[in-house]
């Protein structure tokens, strides 16, 4: 997990820990008009590395998820089977913290480089915390919770 830094200030993370704004992703790039696909073949072919990319700005935010905790040990797994398969769990709370892309078009092609094994981590722009406090509070045409995936 990152650590605490000045917004703006680069951070390493695995690109699998950021999470997309949107479900869809447009097929070019909106300033320069590049398709995602000739980027993501000029990283293939050493042509561009991925670092070249400029980093992407990302938010956080702190949720409660709910986890699976078991409540008996495996001496309890041949009861359950014979009770139809049915585990007895419990749902147990934890808080993580979420990263969102404000990018997703680099953060697509970057998830293709993190699945070729191009890459293991991204540098990426921490927003400030007045920025994501105002994002999740009134949302944007770029930003809402309910529609953000992994």
């Known amino acids: 997990m990152a650590s605490k830094r000045p917004a703006g200030a680069l951070t ?5 820990e950021i999470w997309d704004t949107f479900g869809r992703v447009r097929s070019t790039f909106s300033g320069c008009g590049r398709a995602l696909e000739d980027t993501l073949e000029e990283i293939q072919r050493g042509r561009l590395r991925p670092s070249e990319l400029p980093p992407i700005a990302v938010i956080t935010h702190d949720v ?3 986890e699976d905790e078991d409540e008996d040990s495996d001496e309890d ?3 359950r089977k014979r009770r139809g398969g049915k585990s007895s769990a419990r749902a147990k709370a934890k808080t993580v913290r979420r990263y969102y892309s404000m990018n997703n078009r680099r953060l697509w092609v970057l998830k293709r480089c993190e699945e070729l094994g191009v890459i293991e981590t991204v540098g990426v722009r921490m ?3 007045e920025s994501c406090a105002r ?3 009134k949302g944007s045409r770029n930003f809402r919770l309910d529609r953000c995936t992994p």
């Not at 390493?12 to 699998?16: T, V």
């Open 12 to 16: 390493e993370l695995r690109r699998s």
């Open 64 to 66: 409660v998820v709910q």
């Open 77 to 79: 797994d041949g009861r």
């Open 127 to 129: 927003e400030s915390a």
């Open 135 to 137: 994002l999740l509070r």
